[in-house]
Nanobody, 126 residues
Framework: QVQLVESGGGSVETGDSLTLSCKSSGGGLGPYAMAWFRQAPGKEREFVAA????????SYADAVKGRFTMTRDNHKNTVTLQMNNLKHEDTAVYYC???????????????????WGQGTQVTVST
């Protein structure tokens, strides 16, 4: 069973960049589909990016496509989210999630993930 810990959040200004990291302990990430979600105050948790098991391709929400890049390193048990050209509307708590997955279907819904980190706050000021 994996335990996930996010880091790298902070307060930045519009147009700045941040890199979030999610490190797993208690198990390697190889068997897992991984994803980033975010939740702004008063809103539901929403999909940001996903990576499938054994597949280097990624899927992104339209709101972040072209600005965010998700990568995973199964040897280091780490996934990262590089966020460029940040906007005020990117302000949220960002969560890393993992789910053991044996198929090729993209998992883009929070309920599909069993393992979650504690979240890291990203605040983008105008």
């Amino acid at each position: 069973q994996v335990q996930l810990v996010e880091s790298g959040g902070g307060s930045v200004e519009t147009g700045d960049s941040l890199t979030l990291s999610c490190k797993s302990s208690g198990g390697g990430l190889g068997p897992y589909a991984m994803a980033w979600f975010r939740q702004a105050p008063g809103k539901e948790r929403e999909f940001v990016a996903a990576s499938r098991r054994g597949d280097e391709s990624t899927s992104y929400a339209d709101a972040v496509k072209g600005r965010f890049t998700m990568t995973r390193d199964n040897h280091k048990n780490t996934v990262t989210l590089q966020m460029n050209n940040l906007k005020h509307e990117d302000t949220a708590v960002y969560y890393c999630a993992a789910e053991q997955s044996y198929g090729s279907r993209w998992l883009r819904v929070p309920e599909e993930y069993a393992y979650w980190g504690q979240g890291t706050q990203v605040t983008v000021s105008t």
